[in-house]
């Protein structure tokens, strides 16, 4: 007997998104291990198969509640935002199988940076992240890039700093 393909419910998924569930690890032979989980590979490894399956409307729909309720922290910031970026990305490369939607998410992302930024200073995802700022700045960079190169609106204008 075969077990029924299907979504997560919506607050697990977001737990996945955090890396507090079924963390994805960076494969071996890649430089930068991505923490808490490796959302390329959440992507490409389940929701992309996933959304194959069961349909690309409800998997998108789904992904875009899971990030904005994963951003009830600095945590949650840092990592919807990686997964956003990463799901941008792979759609302009022709490997996501969905299209996530571009006018209210952004803009809910950008409201939860700006909500938990000081915190963002503050989150350590590994050792000597807080000696250079990198979870503020790496989400920050994030933005810029989708900004600049993917015509991301954000719906503020970005920190420079």
């Known amino acids: 007997m075969q077990a029924e393909l299907a979504l997560p419910p919506l607050n697990a998924l977001a737990q996945v998104l955090r890396g507090e569930l079924c963390v994805f690890k960076t494969p071996s032979g890649t430089n930068d291990d991505m923490l808490p989980t490796d959302h390329a590979q959440l992507l490409k490894a389940w929701l992309y198969p996933l959304a194959n399956k069961l349909g690309t409307i409800e998997v998108s729909r789904t992904l875009h509640q899971a ?18 970026y990463v799901q941008v990305v792979n759609e302009h490369q022709g490997i996501s199988p969905f299209v996530m939607e571009k006018c209210a998410l952004p803009k809910a992302l950008a409201a ?16 000597g992240d807080l000696a250079n700022d990198r979870s503020y700045k790496v989400t920050l960079a994030g933005m810029r890039i989708l900004a600049r190169d993917y015509q991301i609106d954000w719906g503020m204008e970005l920190p420079t700093a």
């Open 67 to 84: 990030l904005i309720a994963a951003c009830h922290d600095s945590l949650g910031v840092f990592c919807a935002h990686q997964c956003f």
């Open 112 to 127: 939860a940076f700006t909500t938990h930024a000081s915190a963002l200073h503050a989150l350590e995802v590994r050792p």
